[in-house]
């Protein structure tokens, strides 16, 4: 198994620009979510999902779009990125059936830096 | 609302010496606790986790911790700091169905003395 996988690694855009995160796991996880990293403020979370087509919104929601079209990826939008927004961004997933008690499984990252 | 607060953002400690990271919780239902460990530019592994079984828990690479209710506490001990483990420590909580969202504490890095 893969894990879960994040592309890209690293992204550089300018403010205004659009850009779409990937994440994508393959262990048949129906919960996902997004957190962003930032220095001494740990990981808060921007969106989650608990399955196909159904998605919420987390602790800082704001200038991001989420959809689940599938079990497996759950990309991240950023519609008009400002530079409040550069961070290190965190995909993460675990089973359903568990609920918090379940350890979710973290992608490797994806260091977003807008100008 | 759940929240978790960690004492110390940044921890110094000596090759051999005790590890003592603290995490208190805030959490209005039984919770579930994790301590997170991210080595320099990694994704978040999982070093222990507390699911109302064992007050202490065991976790990966000589790391324990113990739930402590009556201090809403669930601090990371290891009693012989190793080199390789200097990395961030987060501690977070959960709940149950109904509010299963993971919430982190800020952090706490630790640094590895020779």
């Known amino acids: 198994n893969a894990g879960v996988t994040q592309t890209p690694k690293f992204q550089v855009l300018k403010t205004g620009q659009s850009m779409t995160l990937q994440c994508a796991q393959d262990m048949n996880h129906e919960y996902m979510s997004w957190y962003r990293q930032d220095p001494g403020m740990g990981l808060r979370l921007i969106h989650y999902s608990v399955g196909a087509g159904i998605t919420d919104q987390g602790e800082v929601p704001n200038g991001y779009n989420v959809s689940r079209s599938t079990t497996e990826d759950f990309p991240l939008r950023l519609l008009s990125a400002a530079p409040s927004q550069t961070s290190v961004y965190f995909c993460?997933?675990?089973?359903?059936?568990?609920?918090?008690?379940?350890?979710?499984?973290f992608g490797p990252g994806t260091r977003l830096t807008v100008l | 609302a759940q929240s978790v607060t960690q004492l110390g953002s940044h921890v110094s400690v000596s090759e051999g010496a005790l590890v003592l990271l603290r995490c208190n919780y805030s959490?209005?239902?039984?919770?579930?606790l994790f301590w997170y460990v991210q080595y320099p530019n990694q994704g978040l592994q999982l070093l222990l986790k507390?699911?109302?079984?064992?007050?202490l828990v065991k976790g990966i690479n000589g790391f324990e911790a113990e739930f402590k209710k009556s201090e809403t506490s669930f601090h990371l001990t290891k009693p012989s700091a190793h080199m390789s483990d200097a990395a961030e420590y987060f501690c977070a909580v959960s709940e149950d169905f109904g509010n299963e969202k993971l919430t982190f504490g800020t952090g706490t890095r630790l640094t590895i003395i020779p």
């Open positions: 993460a997933s675990r089973p359903k059936i568990a609920g918090g008690r379940h350890e979710q499984f």
């Open positions: 507390y699911t109302s079984a064992a007050t």
């Open positions: 959490s209005s239902v039984p919770p579930y």
